[in-house]
């Protein structure tokens, strides 16, 4: 059966995506926006920063995280300046390790989605009398919206299936950095199988659930738009 | 607000293969067209005046407004511009009455160039307003784009080939839109094209194009009856003819319209035929016509012929004789009209009207310029074997 502790690990997890989720959105929409209309030599160099953690093992990330995070690291000396605690076994170290992991899976969709949309667009806009702020948020906004759906999805799924920055990072602690994948790697580790089912079986649903319901989603308004009117158009 | 502002342009922009560069002041008034063949700079010129080729150096002013020089640089959205794109081009997440609707919101201040419920009668939008873009034909599209340049309210509408990608029905369908909105709007339209048949329906004036400059303008007649440029090939050279209806013999089902210069004959078929155009709506915009002769529908002879089938037989006098593209040709320019004696200056003529005479180029071999031993100057008779009407 589901005890406390699974629930709370499981509270924790979903609080955490949820936070990661809506701080990357906030931020990968605009990085993805300046990636793809800058002309800037360096943007390679800024894409493949974005795009490492994509490449690289989940504990090379949390180990340089871990150091540059504590007590002796540049990020823990600024923390640390601003009167707040070292990030790493925190909640919040959690939430901007995830950040930095889950960026990539968040911003190339919605990327993507505005070099698909094209230069014609924006420039209707612009000589419909849109300023750029205007074009922004009632053209390529709309008009990216599957790949920002795409991207929120991604980055909340990846958040929660993360284990080894969260173990770097995090460690496990109850109700604080205990996450559901540590948890059931804990419960594995105790040879606890029946509660290990139950998180694991959980979890399977879940995505299944979800990600049936977002294509069930973009289904609907496919179906939607080209039953809007009957197909006489080409007489 | 005051319509009716010239636009003066001197637009320097590298491209690969040569540099545009036009320095041109654009008629206040009426559908300047802007022509050449691919490639030749006409949607980059059309782009700089729009401010979307931000690499070009240019001088852009219209009326006294300064959109760009070497200090300034207003933006798009910040010119008084209706835009239509060679592609049919719409904000393809709106429905049809939202993407209006966005040009409408947008909308330059000032007393409207054009009525919402205007627009859409004139385009026929109403069947489509609910629709998507993407569920439009290229020409629904179109006519959608085009309104909405309209709505916008704009000093100065600029046309990017509307009809080049569409098929010729589609064509059809919008070329008798593009002639009542020419008419009616009171705003300078520039209409980039590389079709005659746009240009001759369409155009007042003409800015011919190669290569990057300007290699030819004025009044759609004269820039179209040059002998020697090479922008023209030699099927798109043509006289243009404007003239008025005053008379329909219905016995024999002909026209007879009347130019500075002379007459025509014009079987009335054309006009029954002619798009939507019928003869009862002529006579409602006042008989106005405008007709085309191609150079080799149009033989010399230095008597006038009475036993002809032609009926079209006119006196006229030489201007220029010119080397023809096709080799054993030769063009003679002549200028219609009773000319009296043999003048060798061309601009001399009898006529006691103002308007400008007509020209015509008759494309003859250069072995009948030689046995005719024809001269500038020369006092003939052209024989139209046929016209067409254009509008």
């Given at each position: 059966m589901i005890t406390n502790a699974d629930w709370s690990a499981i509270i924790l997890t979903f609080k955490l995506a949820f936070t990661v989720t809506v701080i990357l959105l906030v931020i990968g929409v605009p990085i993805a926006w300046w990636l793809s209309r800058s002309t800037s030599i360096f943007k390679p160099f800024w894409s493949a920063l974005i795009a490492m953690p994509l490449v690289l093992p989940p504990t090379v990330i949390g180990f340089y995280l871990l150091v540059f995070m504590g007590p002796h690291g540049a990020i823990g000396e600024f923390t640390h300046w601003l009167g707040l605690d070292y990030l790493p076994f925190t909640f919040a170290g959690l939430v901007v390790a995830s950040i930095i992991y889950s960026l990539p899976f968040v911003v190339q969709p919605i990327h993507n989605a505005f070099q698909a949309m094209g230069e014609r667009p924006l420039e209707v806009a612009a000589t419909l009398g849109a300023s750029p702020i205007d074009v922004f948020f009632n053209v390529a906004l709309p008009l990216a919206k599957p790949g920002i759906i795409v991207g929120a999805v991604l980055g909340f799924a990846h958040t929660i299936g993360e284990f080894g920055i969260v173990l770097m990072i995090g460690g496990n602690i109850p109700g604080e950095t205990q996450v559901l994948s540590v948890l059931l790697y804990d419960h594995v580790e105790a040879l606890e199988y029946t509660r290990a089912h139950w998180l694991a079986g959980g979890l399977m649903l879940f995505s299944l659930v979800v990600l049936g319901f977002l294509f069930a989603l973009n289904q609907k308004a496919f179906w939607n738009r080209n039953n809007a009117r009957p197909s006489n158009e080409q007489i | 607000m005051q319509r009716n502002k010239a636009l003066s342009i001197n637009i320097q922009l590298p491209r690969d293969n040569f540099c545009l560069q036009v320095e041109f002041e654009f008629p206040a008034t009426g559908v300047t067209a802007i022509f050449g063949h691919s490639g030749c700079g006409k949607t980059s010129l059309l782009r700089c005046i729009a401010g979307l080729e931000s690499s070009a150096v240019s001088l852009i002013q219209l009326g006294s407004t300064i959109w760009q020089d070497k200090q300034t640089y207003i933006a798009t959205h910040q010119r008084s511009i209706g835009y239509v794109f060679q592609e049919p081009s719409l904000l393809p997440h709106l429905r049809v009455k939202n993407n209006l609707k966005f040009a409408l919101k947008r909308a330059n201040a000032g007393e409207p160039l054009i009525q919402y419920h205007e627009v859409i009668e004139l385009l026929g939008l109403n069947p489509v307003l609910e629709s998507y873009p993407e569920q439009l034909s290229g020409g629904e599209k179109q006519r959608v784009a085009i309104a909405c340049a309209l709505l916008i309210n704009p000093q100065i509408l600029l046309m990017d080939e509307p009809l080049a990608s569409l098929d010729k029905p589609r064509k059809l369908e919008i070329l008798p839109f593009l002639e009542k909105l020419t008419r009616q709007l009171n705003i300078p339209i520039l209409y980039?094209?590389?079709?005659?048949?746009?240009?001759?329906?369409?155009?007042?004036?003409?800015?011919?194009?190669?290569?990057?400059?300007?290699?030819a303008h004025g009044g759609l007649a004269q820039v179209f009856s040059q002998i020697n440029t090479p922008a023209l090939t030699p099927l798109e050279r043509a006289s243009v003819i404007m003239g008025e209806i005053i008379e329909h013999d219905t016995q024999w089902h002909l026209m007879r319209v009347r130019f500075t210069g002379g007459e025509l004959w014009l079987s009335d078929h054309q006009f029954k035929t002619f798009g939507q155009a019928n003869i009862a709506k002529y006579q409602e915009m006042g008989n106005?016509?405008?007709?085309?002769?191609?150079p080799k529908d149009v033989s010399i002879a230095l008597e006038a012929q009475q036993d002809s089938s032609i009926l079209n037989i006119l006196s006229a006098i030489i201007i220029d004789i010119g080397k023809s593209d096709e080799q054993g040709f030769v063009l003679i320019k002549v200028q219609a009209g009773p000319h009296t004696s043999q003048l060798n200056t061309p601009q001399i003529n009898t006529l006691q009207t103002k308007e400008q005479p007509v020209e015509l180029l008759a494309s003859i071999t250069a072995r009948s310029l030689h046995q005719l031993n024809l001269a500038i100057g020369q006092l003939i008779w052209v024989q139209i074997k046929s016209a067409a009407l254009l509008r």
């Open positions: - | 980039v094209t590389h079709s005659t048949d746009e240009v001759f329906r369409l155009a007042d004036q003409v800015l011919l194009l190669e290569q990057g400059k300007v290699a106005q016509v405008r007709v085309s002769v191609h």
